[in-house]
């Protein structure tokens, strides 16, 4: 978001999400993310999905 210049809030806006939702996943707080938001979140970024996941083994 920081490299794309835009705002949570901008960001909801165009995905069509709420602003605590998409808190939520950009917190890494969310359990689960349907793949139509993680496109729409991709489309808006313009990026690919390894750029704003990670995967993090339970311990």
Known sequence: ???RKIS???LAE???LTLAN???LK???AK???FSTLEAICNVLECEVGEI???VKDE
């Open 14 to 16: 165009k995905v069509d």
């Open 53 to 55: 996941l990670e995967f």
């Open 1 to 3: 978001m920081a490299q």
């Open 27 to 29: 917190n890494g707080k």
């Open 22 to 24: 998409l808190s939520i």
């Open 8 to 10: 949570l809030t901008e």
């Open 32 to 34: 689960a993310i349907r």
